[in-house]
């Protein structure tokens, strides 16, 4: 359904993107899952033609996008990652000016607005101005407005930043719903719970870069790390866990009282943790081997967390 390939793009002296390519069949669900500046949103705007990349191609079912523009945009809904509506205006009022610009009238964009409404759990507010809306109920509005032109593929940029769980949850819902319907989504994200939960594949991006691609799955399979050692402490010093931390590099993720081991050898390096923390005199309130996650593939193909 869509295909980019080697897409460049460059903000004067900063490289935002290097060497981007991915495809996304029909269908598919597609995580793009990277930390902050990692162009999540410069691939989103120039898959979307809101920016145009400095060299690279774009194919929509095999045709150019620049060179068929309005007929590829009659395909695409996209959910910006800033919130664009009109605070002075309702609920109704905002849709049915997205409404026009794509084309829509009369009966048919009213029924359109009032099923998407529902759809997203917002008849009851539709009439209320959106100043008094909440960040997660603005979020369901734009994702409302992505929809109402019924794109056959949907672009979301971090749908879920900064809102409420009601409003998070009802989101995936949202999308899981339309997933089964057989829409097309392209969904970024620096949370790798959701990436995991949600996504049939991921795209690892970092710094202009897509580091690995595949399904959980795949990239599971592909990782030298087979487990995480997940040590909590009733109270230990960040500067000693750092220095485990040396012990072990590229492999430790350290939080307050809290560190994660990613580990290919967990029978050596297991020991080898608790003689460094007994050597520390570091208390261990609890520890836990677990499967990996998309946070230790994140550290091994990068050297650094996804939640820096
Ligand atoms: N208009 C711009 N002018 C200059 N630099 C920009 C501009 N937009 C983005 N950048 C830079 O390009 C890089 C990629 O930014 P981008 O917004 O695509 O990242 P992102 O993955 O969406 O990040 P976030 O998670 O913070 O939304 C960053 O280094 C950013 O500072
Ligand atoms: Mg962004």
Not at 85 to 96: F, M, T, V
């Amino acid at each position: 359904m869509l295909v980019a390939k080697n897409l460049y793009k460059s903000y004067k002296e900063v490289h935002a993107l290097n060497n981007v390519s991915l495809s996304v069949q029909e269908g598919e669900l597609y995580g793009l899952l990277g930390p902050n500046g990692a162009g999540k949103t410069t691939t989103i705007n120039i898959l979307t033609s809101l920016l145009k990349p400095n060299s690279g191609e774009i194919l929509y079912h095999g045709k150019s996008l620049f060179e068929n523009l309005n007929q590829c945009k009659k395909m695409i809904g996209v959910v910006p990652q800033e919130i664009a509506l009109y605070e002075e205006l309702s609920a109704i009022e905002n849709l049915k000016f997205w409404g026009t610009l794509y084309g829509i009238k009369g009966k048919q964009l009213q029924q359109k607005t009032e099923e998407l409404l529902s759809f997203l759990g917002l008849s009851d507010r539709k009439n209320h101005k959106i100043k008094t809306y909440s960040g997660g109920m603005k979020r369901r509005i734009n994702i409302t407005a992505a929809l109402l032109h019924d794109p056959k593929i949907v672009f979301m940029d971090e749908p879920t930043v900064g809102i409420d769980p009601q409003s998070r949850n009802l989101i995936f819902e949202v999308i899981q719903e339309l997933h089964s319907r057989g829409l097309t989504m392209i969904y970024t994200t620096h949370y790798m719970e959701e990436a995991e939960r949600l996504c049939d594949r991921i795209g690892i991006i970092d710094e202009g870069k897509i580091v690995a691609e595949g399904s959980l799955e795949n990239l599971k399979k592909a990782s030298t790390i087979k487990e995480e050692i997940h040590v909590k402490f009733t109270n230990a010093p960040k500067e000693d866990l750092l220095n485990i931390n040396n012990s072990f590099p590229n492999q430790v993720l350290v939080q307050e009282n809290q560190l994660v081991l990613s580990t290919s050898q967990a029978n050596t390096d297991l020991p080898k943790l608790i003689q460094l923390c007994t050597n520390a005199n570091l208390p261990l309130e609890h520890l836990q081997v677990k499967n990996l996650s998309l946070e230790s593939i994140f550290l091994e193909l990068t050297g650094k967390s996804l939640r820096d």
